[in-house]
């Protein structure tokens, strides 16, 4: 029997190192608004006014092409390494010991994420959700591409109609208080019941005016302008308070492109080795099929004025989902078109040691924000206008560019990559590269 060991440089795959370092640098992008901005802010440019800026036209650029596609290709590629990581441990120990290695990875990783949390401050940490999903996938490790390209268009579908139930609850809520709104009150007394029902419109209602939009900017940015304990307490109140909602949306929302990965994984997709033309498909299908959804999605807040109460009313279904998926895919049909091209080696060639270091510059990246947008240190949260603040985008990606291509000369792994493998296998793993 041989001895279980982490993945050796001469293993790896580079196109897998290159999406992920591509992946690891867009999710900064997509998260950014929440590290520096008010969450009434963030994704929305009227509260500001910031129309016909420099501003808006990053905010739309970001929404309509990148929303959510940066995690959907992380969340593919973690799909990837769970079958590379099994297939590789079971040619390498016999027994219970690939799964050993694997459920003692993720709950690993389950630890990082409540330091990612509780310690660095992020709240919109995401290790937590690959902790718990990647366990589900051991189960598909063996599946074929097929069964497991099919369980990912069902997980489309759950995942649609989750976001439609909701949709279509809110959308009761307003009819139902219409309704209540109608009745002439100086003749017929209101049940509790109407009174609710009521309620529950007006307050939302109000809660989408400028006035009250800006009363919540102003107590976020007394919370997260304060020092440590004041920040401690909102950030990781913020993600308490939004994790069961969110992991009742984001179950179905990874679980398919941890399925589309292992699939792609096995066809070749992500190792480069499939036809051009199925890189063709991605990306023109892809990108086709998804901005166009993605920019009616985007025209239909337009038009509402970002009034979500008008929006859920004259919207009739909600297709954000729809969306992001081709999107992501089209993507990485792009990236791997131009990765096989070989016109642009060089630039990929800076992506790789990024990719090989995705864990390191996560959790770099939660630093970093924390120190410049936090209170209790450089304290820039809600002082920088939209534009500005993608400037400092830029300059962690150039940081973190140059730092990995420097790191990796000199040592296997990245930091935080070496410790989660000496914590996986259970003993001290080599660290630095032979002269």
Same mark, same amino acid.
């Given at each position: ?17 290159? %999406? ?21 802010? #963030? ?9 016909? /800026? ?14 959510? =596609? ?5 969340? !593919? ?18 027994? !219970?010991?690939?799964? @050993? ?12 994420? !409540? ?5 660095? !401050? ?19 490790? +063996?599946? /074929? ?14 995942? =649609?109609?989750?976001? +439609? ?44 005016? /400028?006035?009250?939009? %800006? ?26 308070? +939004? ?9 179905? @929302? ?41 920019? &009616? ?11 979500? &109460? ?23 049909? %792009? ?6 091209? +070989? ?19 996560? %959790? ?10 936090? #209170? ?18 830029? #300059? ?40």
């Amino acid at each position: 029997m041989t001895t279980a060991a982490p993945t050796s440089q001469s293993e790896r795959i580079i196109t897998l190192d290159v %999406l992920r370092g591509i992946a690891i640098l867009g999710i900064l992008l997509m998260n950014i608004p929440s590290f520096s901005l008010s969450g009434v802010v #963030g994704s929305n440019p009227s509260v500001l006014n910031e129309f016909g /800026t420099i501003s808006y036209y990053i905010w739309y650029a970001v929404d309509w092409f990148f929303d959510g =596609t940066q995690r959907a290709l992380f969340s !593919l590629l973690f799909g990837a390494g769970i079958v590379l990581f099994i297939s590789r441990q079971e040619k390498k120990s016999n027994g !219970l010991e690939p799964a @050993d290695y694997f459920f003692r990875r993720q709950l690993w990783l389950m630890f990082f994420s !409540l330091v990612d949390v509780y310690i660095l !401050l992020w709240n919109g940490d995401i290790l937590m959700d690959y902790a718990i999903y990647g366990m589900m996938m051991f189960v598909f490790r +063996n599946q /074929t591409p097929k069964t497991l390209i099919i369980a990912a268009c069902i997980s489309i579908l759950f995942m =649609t109609a989750k976001e +439609n139930r909701e949709f279509f609850k809110q959308k009761q809520i307003f009819e139902r208080g219409e309704v209540v709104a109608a009745i002439d009150t100086t003749v017929t007394k209101l049940t509790s019941k109407q009174k609710n029902d009521l309620e529950e419109m007006t307050s939302f209602k109000k809660r989408m005016t /400028t006035e009250s939009r %800006l009363k919540r900017m102003k107590e976020e940015h007394e919370k997260v302008r304060g020092n440590y304990e004041s920040v401690y307490e909102y950030r990781t109140g913020k993600y308490i308070e +939004n994790i069961v909602e969110y992991t009742y949306f984001s179950v179905w @929302d990874v679980l398919t492109f941890m399925l589309l990965g292992m699939a792609f994984f096995k066809l070749g997709i992500v190792t480069g080795s499939a036809p051009m033309k199925v890189y063709w498909w991605l990306c023109i299908g892809g990108l086709g099929i998804g901005l166009t959804l993605s920019y &009616f999605r985007i025209q239909f807040r337009i038009d509402n004025q970002f009034d979500w &109460f008008k929006y859920i009313k004259n919207v009739p279904f909600s297709f954000y989902e729809l969306s992001r998926v081709p999107r992501a895919l089209g993507i990485l049909g %792009l990236i791997m078109l131009l990765y096989k091209s +070989n016109w642009f080696n060089g630039i990929f060639s800076l992506f790789r040691p990024v990719g090989q270091m995705a864990f390191t510059n996560y %959790l770099t990246q939660s630093l970093i924000c924390s120190l410049v947008f936090n #209170g209790f240190a450089l304290g820039l949260y809600g002082h920088l206008q939209r534009y500005e603040v993608y400037l400092i985008v830029l #300059g962690i990606w150039i940081f973190q560019i140059i730092f990995c291509n420097i790191w990796m000369r000199y040592f296997l792994y990245g930091p935080f990559e070496w410790v989660w493998r000496s914590l996986t296998y259970w003993k001290r793993q080599a660290f630095i590269r032979a002269s």
